[in-house]
């Protein structure tokens, strides 16, 4: 029992989130006459960096996710919210662009279907080609129930609600996290 616990490949699918949206960030560069450039001392301007990550968070609302699964999501957004500010988008069968919502940092909202028809990833697939200069990364929050969507212009990560899997392989660079019943263990990260 020792050694099972020693083993245990279990990781805790907050922190795998986290690391996901920190893994997505862009810099943000521009010149400015205020900070001294350290090459060229008071001939060239100086640069100001700044990092943003700009996540589009697609939040499946077909009638195969429960109310208690969505409750879950919410909160998990409601946790991710406390340290980005992120693009909340609902699809089923098609991307519902008229209820997304940036969801700002420090933000509480509570849970809302906006949709319940069936599911297609292809839809959020065809949504995120359009607008791939607009996010760094995409997580997909959904049980998993439908078809392969094909590879992923920009990172891409599933969040699975519990005791569901993905219908099919993730493609190379996906990441699929897992979460578990009780809220208090860890998940498997795939």
Known sequence: ETLRKLIE???????????????????????????????????????KRSHTAHVGVFVDMSGSVGDNDLERIYAVLGGLAKRVTFTFIPFDYTVDEDNL???KKGQKRPPVRFRSGGTSFIAVNEFVKKHRNDYDGV????DGEAEDPGPSPIKRAWLLV???????????????????KDPNKKAQAA
């Open 9 to 47: 490949d279990s990781v805790d699918w907050k922190k795998v989130l986290q690391n996901f949206v920190g893994m997505s960030q862009r810099l943000n560069k521009s010149t400015t006459i205020r900070r001294i450039n350290r090459k060229y001392p008071y001939i060239h301007p100086g640069t």
């Open 101 to 103: 919502f940036e969801w």
């Open 139 to 142: 997580i997909i929050c959904t």
């Open 162 to 180: 519990p005791d569901t899997k993905l219908l099919f392989n993730a493609h190379n660079g996906d990441i699929v996290v897992k979460m578990d």
